[in-house]
């Protein structure tokens, strides 16, 4: 039973941060990459503190603390350097690299969690990070494989500190809650966001925008929090590498959001690389 509800919630994490990402991608334009960072967590936080008033009494323990604190800066740090990556670099070329996040996390599960993949369930992982790739390569495939892009230093590191993410999450759903674990690095990246915006002078003029943007911001910070909150569920049983395997096709639901949504305009290896993730997802869950 404990398996099944894990691998729905994977397949809940993955939806919900495809459609995350379609308004992220549509607030950041509105209001800012701080600002969509500052009002997604202060939602995600202020959303989850009724369920985890519960689970308080987890950090008078030292060793939570420590862990939930660690777990913090690593999310704040990885998404600032995800959107610098994303604002240096074109996204084609830094989507693909930020993949390295999956084999990170698989990497972390066989170290400190002694998970174990059969062959079939390798085969799969690396048709997801296939079809990834293929969907991130945008519309010039040739171009993307000969081009040195600015931002990709930036990406790998930020690749790497998602794994660590993913892999503190993991660690901490197991340890205390899901929920406490998710809403502790909403509540650092809300406070080191708008201290951020407060130094820069841009608090009264992102508060103006947000306001005018609330409806875009809400869904924004709904779908992101859900989509944590059913990643930390689904690693409570399941396999860390397998969870991360599915919750990070989420590219292919932002793809179809893209083309049904924006009318975005996508070439064949981009459909074939949706395809290819969705049925190796999939796979994926009947096989673990």
Known sequence: MYLEIGIIAAFGAMLCWGVGDFFIQRTTRKI????????MSLIGALGLLPFVLGDIHFLFQLNNLALLLLLSLAAVVAALLNFEALKRGKLSVVDVVLQAELPVTVFLGFLFFS???????????????????????????????????KGIVLAFIAAIAMGFVNFLTAAGSRQM?????????????????????????????TVKKALKYRKLLIAMGIFETAAWLLFAVAVLENPLSITVAISQSYPAIALMFGVLVNREKIVRHQYLGAAIVLISSFMLGIIV
């Open 115 to 149: 998970e174990t993949l059969s062959a079939m369930q390798a085969i799969f992982i690396g048709l997801i990070v296939l079809g990834v790739a293929l969907i991130a390569a945008g519309t010039d495939l040739r171009r993307f494989m000969k081009n040195s892009e």
């Open 32 to 39: 800012g990459d701080i600002g969509a960072i500052a009002f």
């Open 177 to 205: 809650s899901p929920v406490l674990i998710i809403w502790a690095p909403w509540l650092v990246a809300a406070v080191v966001a708008f201290a951020f915006l407060l130094k820069t002078d841009g608090a009264s003029k």
